[in-house]
């Protein structure tokens, strides 16, 4: 969903920070390595992509999430804040306020921005279906034009239109479509090249990703615009994917949106599960993650990926899809699933034996802190198929901070380098079992969370 030029300084400092990850392979599932140096975006980089994240403003709140999402992608979308409803609520009135707030935390990290969405019949607010149909082109031309010229040279990509076929390849009887007819489309492209000409402009769709009637519809558009002279760059393929449903003509796709001279971007991506979750079902979305990522990879314009958030806990799904989720890369707790692990891969890491059989992963969680002190816990979670006889979690406190006493584990420190292997009684773990220990620490400043905390089976 999102590519174009990244500044050299950007590129070559991933390139050059991305070294080899490690994945293990237990059981036939994709776990948790001993040591993972390189992020996904660096990964990506490293491969001519991006890997990138979707978020929202009231997920910023969390610091864990907000330290993931600021250091393991090398690209944002706007989830929401960039729609109609909160960018021109009424006619005229233009905020930009929460957008920018994730645009500006982007450019703190040094990630790019994909902009999503100027044009869609959903999150509308209600003024826009009032408006006469002699008006609606100019109100969607001024608003394109108000929102592209204020994002203007802060953005990559522009999702311009988005969603506007049915499964059968037919219009979506939108109210754009309704009022304006068939051109309204081309005019939003037309509106958002005047108002920045270097950004790149997308398409952007569900149920594309495939050879099928609706994507036919986009691919037929698309080439009848490039005919046309009329200004289009890049076809998002949202992918919103179920469990073992990955396309099997997903790469073709890819290629022949490629060949009619256009990008193309994996933009939503999440694959959904029945719920409970099991290592069956993780060993299938590890898979079926591996494709997408493969198919992407074997494309030259496919130019990155970007998952529709990242962690369980931020997920849309079960909130559409009842009884439907674990969708995404990290679990709920954000610890990495064999998902993410298997996407390491792809993108470039290695594989090596499991010493104990098994993995875990580590969430590390302050509880509560006063001036000078602090309570933790940290959760370890099997997350390979089978028993877990010890582990060992690791961690580098960023701030110094000490730990005076620590239950249900047993530490060693060196400097800021914090070491806790299991207790006599808590270090066997059956598959997908969990335990925590804690601890009481003192800090003098901040007592940011460690980004480095991981597990080892032992």
Not at 110 to 132: A, E, F, I, K, M
Request: aromatic content about 8%; charged content about 20%.
């Amino acid at each position: 969903m999102k590519r174009t030029s990244r500044s050299p300084r950007r590129t070559a400092g991933l390139v050059a920070g991305a070294v080899a990850a490690v994945a293990v392979l237990s059981a036939g599932v994709l776990t948790a390595p001993a040591h993972a140096d390189a992020t996904l975006g660096q990964l990506a980089a490293a491969k001519g992509r991006y890997f990138g994240s979707a978020t929202d403003n009231p997920h910023l709140s969390d610091p864990v999430y907000k330290q993931i999402l600021g250091s393991e992608f090398g690209q944002l979308t706007v989830g929401n804040t960039m729609k109609w409803q909160y960018t021109e609520p009424s006619e005229g009135r233009f905020d930009y306020e929460a957008a920018d707030t994730i645009v500006e935390l982007a450019e703190a990290n040094d990630q790019t921005v994909r902009g999503h969405t100027l044009v869609w019949h959903n999150q509308l607010p209600d003024w826009v279906n009032s408006v006469p149909s002699d008006r609606l082109l100019n109100v969607m031309r001024n608003h394109i034009t108000n929102e592209v010229t204020h994002f203007k040279g802060r953005l990559i990509h522009w999702d311009v239109v988005n969603e506007a076929f049915e499964e059968d390849g037919s219009r979506r009887q939108t109210v754009f479509q309704q009022k304006i007819g068939d051109g309204y489309i081309a005019e939003a492209f037309r509106a958002a090249r005047a108002a920045d000409p270097n950004v790149k402009l997308y398409y952007n769709d569900y149920n594309i990703e495939g050879i099928g009637p609706k994507s036919d519809a986009v691919y037929n558009m698309v080439k009848s615009f490039k005919q046309q002279g009329i200004p289009i760059d890049g076809v998002g393929m949202q992918a919103h994917l179920i469990l073992g449903q990955v396309p099997s003509t997903l790469r073709q796709n890819i290629q022949r949106f490629a060949d009619l001279g256009v990008d193309v971007a994996i933009t939503e991506l999440d694959i959904r599960m029945d719920l409970p979750r099991t290592a069956a079902k993780d060993a299938q979305q590890a898979n079926d993650y591996t494709r997408v990522v493969e198919a992407c990879l074997a494309v030259s314009r496919c130019v990155g990926i970007t998952v529709w958030d990242f962690s369980d806990k931020q997920s849309w799904v079960p909130s559409v899809f009842p009884g439907q989720g674990a969708a995404l890369p990290y679990d709920e707790n954000y610890n990495k699933k064999p998902a993410y692990y298997a996407i390491t891969a792809a993108l470039g890491g290695t594989s090596s034996p499991s010493p104990g059989g098994g993995a875990c992963a580590a969430a590390y969680k302050v509880s509560s802190q006063w001036q000078g002190g602090f309570v933790a816990e940290v959760t370890v979670r099997n997350t390979s198929s089978s028993a877990l006889n010890g582990w060992t979690v690791t961690w580098t406190f960023p701030d110094g901070q000490r730990i005076g006493n620590l239950w249900n584990g047993n530490l060693t420190t060196s400097g800021s380098s914090a070491t806790v292997r299991n207790a006599n009684y808590n270090g066997t773990l059956g598959a997908g079992a969990t335990t925590s220990f804690g601890f009481q620490g003192s800090h003098t400043g901040s007592n940011r969370v460690p980004a480095d905390v991981s597990c080892t089976s032992s």
